[in-house]
């Protein structure tokens, strides 16, 4: 497991550069507005921090017995794979709150409080920050 951390945060490290490199050819920014490269870069810049740290843990640290939960890794991946199909239906607000709700059942999470606040919490962040500030546009479906 220690060789196989550490030689994928090396190509998680090398992958980050690369892409990085690539972004550097995008147009500038314009005055004071930022330029389209901006947010990929800031995302690239958080995954080589990630490939160094798993490379840092890796290195120095011992590493815990790997455990795989092949059951819920699965349920994971379908639930997502449930969650991009429903999202032109449904809309993008009301599958990220089914979603969001399966992903807590999922972990077994107890508190009736959580399935509501934490949805609903999420849901209105994006819909502040991305679709009022930002002005994205989200997929609409049938109810939103």
């Not at 995302?43 to 890796?58: A, C, R, V, Y």
């Not at 790997?66 to 607000?93: D, E, H, Q, S, V």
């Not at 934490?118 to 002005?135: A, E, M, N, S, Y």
Request: glycine letters at 6%; aromatic letters at 18%; charged letters at 10%.
């Amino acid at each position: 497991m220690k060789r196989a951390n550490i030689i994928i945060s090396l190509l998680v490290i090398v992958f980050g550069l690369v892409a990085y490199w690539y972004t550097s050819d995008f147009p500038g920014s314009s005055g004071s507005e930022t330029g389209p490269g901006f947010m990929p870069k800031i995302f690239i810049i958080i995954i080589i921090i990630l490939g160094i740290s798993l490379l840092i843990k890796s290195i120095f640290f011992e590493n815990e017995k790997a455990t795989l939960y092949k059951k819920r890794i699965a349920i994971f991946i379908l639930l997502f794979i449930i969650y991009n199909i429903l999202i032109p239906i449904l809309g993008f607000y009301v599958t990220s709150i089914l979603f969001l709700i399966s992903l807590l059942w999922m972990n077994n999470i107890k508190k009736l409080v959580y399935f509501f606040f934490v949805p609903l919490g999420v849901v209105t962040f994006i819909f502040i920050f991305f679709q009022t500030l930002l002005k994205v546009p989200l997929p609409t479906g049938v109810f939103l």
